[in-house]
T-cell receptor
Framework: DGGITQSPKYLFRKEGQNVTLSCEQN?????MYWYRQDPGQGLRLIYY???????QKGDIAEGYSVSREKKESFPLTVTSAQKNPTAFYLC??????????????FGQGTRLTVV | GQNIDQPTEMTATEGAIVQINCTYQ??????LFWYQQHAGEAPTFLSY????GLEEKGRFSSFLSRSKGYSYLLLKELQMKDSASYLC???????????FGAGTTVTVRA
């Protein structure tokens, strides 16, 4: 089945450790996005990528890093510089960055807890 | 960048109609999306508007006025399962950045 997969679903880390969240899609989508969601809040954009080997900072990029070496993969690293990393992280992809009616499809999310 | 505003909460009765408004400001508009999100789950796509007017999909309709920077999502014949958060999202023309509003929590009462 085609889709977008995030793993793991739940992740626990100790404070001060870097952690990488996986996002893979087999939909042949060009654009990919990472969002953070805190309890009772909306989605805030961390990073996004229109094409392979290119990405842009979103509204809250500090303390995060990404790579886009392959079209189907867009991993997010939460570094120790991120002051409040505990949150629900959502990855999304869309068909192409500028086409018509290109809604974003979401993965099931990773709930990160830093203790 | 974008500035997207929508009400925080709305409550309505089963079988009624609710309208969720969304206003936005963007340097270059390339489409507006509505998503539904149940607690603890990923958002699911509801509707897309890029031209002015009304798009209807069953019980859900969405309207767009680009000149006013305004959209609404209309939910008709409300059911208990419609209790969820509804997210308005706007895409930039220039760099295809997709930004979301804070979401509107709709509670449907019996």
């Amino acid at each position: 089945d085609g889709g977008i997969t995030q793993s793991p679903k739940y992740l626990f880390r100790k404070e001060g450790q870097n952690v990488t969240l996986s996002c893979e899609q087999n939909l042949n989508h060009d654009a990919m996005y990472w969002y953070r969601q805190d309890p009772g809040q909306g989605l805030r954009l961390i990073y996004y990528s229109q094409i392979v080997n290119d990405f842009q900072k979103g509204d809250i990029a500090e303390g995060y890093s990404v790579s886009r070496e392959k079209k189907e993969s867009f991993p997010l690293t939460v570094t120790s510089a991120q002051k409040n990393p505990t949150a629900f992280y959502l990855c999304a992809s869309s068909i192409d960055a500028g086409g018509a009616n290109t809604e974003a499809f979401f993965g099931q999310g990773t709930r990160l807890t830093v203790v | 960048g974008q500035n997207i505003d929508q009400p925080t909460e709305m409550t309505a009765t089963e079988g009624a109609i609710v309208q969720i408004n969304c206003t936005y400001q963007t340097s270059g508009f390339n489409g507006l999306f509505w998503y539904q999100q149940h607690a603890g789950e990923a958002p699911t796509f509801l509707s897309y508007n890029v031209l002015d007017g009304l798009e209807e999909k069953g019980r859900f309709s969405s309207f767009l006025s680009r000149s006013k920077g305004y959209s609404y999502l209309l939910l008709k014949e409300l059911q208990m399962k419609d209790s969820a958060s509804y997210l308005c999202a706007v895409r930039d023309r220039g760099d295809y950045k997709l930004s979301f509003g804070a979401g509107t929590t709709v509670t449907v009462r019996a």
